[in-house]
T-cell receptor, first 113, second 113 residues
Framework: GDSVTQMEGPVTLSEEAFLTINCTYT??????LFWYVQYPGEGLQLLLK?????DKGSNKGFEATYRKETTSFHLEKGSVQVSDSAVYFC????????????FGAGTRLFVKA | GAGVSQTPSNKVTEKGKYVELRCDPI?????LYWYRQSLGQGPEFLIY????????DSGLPNDRFFAVRPEGSVSTLKIQRTERGDSAVYLC???????????FGQGTRLTVV
């Protein structure tokens, strides 16, 4: 079945460092891809999404490009801030039938001042 | 309301007891989803409603779990004969329709002792 694999955390960076969180997926169809973020004490929030190959999702300085050839959707940010400390989840959804969203295990990011 | 509301926020119950978890979706959202998140894991899909009907219940782990949405708005997740392994955060999400962005509640933390 469909699945998402993302790099294990925690990831610890200094402020203004470059961030990459790797995500790869397995899907039988042509899913939409998402990054969700969970800040401490808050619910899951959609960070960005891409619905087809070569699309780039972006929000709050974060970017991810839907790469069909490598089945990847890596999250990047050029300069992280302390306020970016959170758990990041890569996810995919099946666009054919229902809308079952499948999540990766999450990557915890700590940003030090 | 302004967002997805889940009650209670925390529930402690004894093994073997019955529990109900409630989700109030965003007004006007026709699609509603339940997920379960165990510690250190990503959310795991349980069930998806489109209106009043369960369009996909393939994620419900066994027949102790049941969910309803009788009027197409509020949903209740019901767990019979709870087991310690049911302990997790139960998340609810809603979206305007299938395929659009899902908004998550803050979850109900269920602890079975």
């Amino acid at each position: 079945g469909d699945s998402v694999t993302q790099m294990e955390g925690p990831v610890t960076l200094s402020e203004e460092a470059f961030l990459t969180i790797n995500c790869t997926y397995t899907a039988t169809g042509y899913p939409s891809l998402f990054w969700y973020v969970q800040y401490p004490g808050e619910g899951l929030q959609l960070l960005l999404k891409a619905t087809k190959a070569d699309d780039k999702g972006s929000n709050k300085g974060f970017e991810a490009t839907y790469r069909k050839e490598t089945t990847s959707f890596h999250l990047e940010k050029g300069s992280v801030q302390v306020s970016d400390s959170a758990v990041y989840f890569c996810a995919l959804s099946d666009n054919t039938g229902g809308f079952k969203t499948i999540f990766g295990a999450g990557t915890r990011l700590f940003v030090k001042a | 309301g302004a967002g997805v509301s889940q009650t209670p926020s925390n529930k402690v119950t004894e093994k073997g007891k019955y529990v109900e978890l409630r989700c109030d979706p965003i007004s006007g959202h026709t699609a509603l989803y339940w997920y379960r998140q165990s510690l250190g894991q990503g959310p795991e899909f349980l069930i998806y409603f489109q209106g009043t009907g369960a369009a996909d219940d393939s994620g419900l782990p066994n027949d102790r779990f049941f969910a309803v949405r009788p009027e197409g708005s509020v949903s209740t997740l019901k767990i019979q004969r709870t087991e310690r392994g049911d302990s997790a955060v139960y998340l609810c999400a809603s979206s305007f329709r299938k395929g659009t962005e899902a908004f998550f509640g803050q979850g109900t933390r269920l602890t079975v002792v």
